[in-house]
């Protein structure tokens, strides 16, 4: 079983709707969470980071959640646009180590 | 100013042949990080380095795989008969400092290297 699963494993949407993906992780204690954009070809783009101690971290349209708790995260976005297409990555930072754990991943689709 | 660079794009080899991959990061980031990613797969951790040491190799895949960095600068991915299954995306991320543990400084992603192991 992965230490971070992502769900949906694919979405497709249109544009100007929102979306929601959805991470939940099982690395305990951990220090950070990340979500990252990657395009296809290219390297992932860091969106957000989260320490343990935040609920919540906006970067314009995207505005990630975390619940501590129920180790869960979210990534929320708004007013989708076609430029949003790409696959969203969580990322869990466990605390005593340097490895960052990554999911598989969200593919996102656009559609006009 | 620059990004982190990768190179080759692109590398094509034979079953058996070594390869050479190199990661140029962001200039001042002590912490380099080494990913593969294959097709349809999550990013996998292979190594990191502080400054020039890694502390952690555990994540290679096998003794086929081995990686150096020099001057705290450029580090290369050695990979020793290269076997199909090596065949992914190799990608390198810096950071200011290290990413991970009590950490959360931001990774910068290079655009990787496709290895294609015919």
């Known amino acids: 079983k992965n230490q971070v699963e992502q769900s949906p494993q694919s979405l497709i949407i249109l544009e100007g709707k929102n979306c929601t993906l959805q991470c939940n992780y099982t690395v305990s204690p951990f220090s950070n969470l990340r979500w990252y954009k990657q395009d296809t070809g290219r390297g992932p783009v860091s969106l957000t980071i989260m320490t343990f101690s935040e609920n919540t971290k906006s970067n314009g349209r995207y505005t990630a959640t975390l619940d501590a708790d129920t180790k869960q995260s979210s990534l929320h976005i708004t007013a989708s646009q076609l430029s949003d297409s790409a696959s969203y990555i969580c990322v869990v930072s466990p605390y005593n180590t340097d490895k960052l754990i990554f999911g598989t991943g969200t593919r996102l689709q656009v559609f006009p | 100013g620059a990004g982190v660079s990768q190179s080759p794009s692109n590398k094509v080899t034979e079953k058996g042949k070594d390869v050479e991959l190199r990661c140029d990061p962001i200039s001042g980031h002590t912490a380099l990080y080494w990913y593969r990613q294959s097709l349809g797969q999550g990013l996998e951790f292979l190594i990191y380095?502080?400054?020039?040491?890694?502390?952690?190799k555990s994540g290679l895949p096998s003794d086929r795989f081995s990686a150096e960095r020099t001057g705290g600068s450029v580090s290369t991915l050695t990979i020793q008969r290269t076997q199909q299954e090596d065949s992914a995306v190799y990608l390198c991320?810096?950071?200011?400092?290290?990413?991970?543990?009590?950490?959360?400084?931001?990774?910068?992603f290079g655009p990787g290297t496709r290895l294609t192991v015919t």
């Open positions: 380095f502080q400054g020039n040491s890694a502390p952690d």
């Open positions: 991320a810096s950071s200011l400092e290290l990413a991970g543990g009590g950490g959360s400084y931001e990774q910068y």
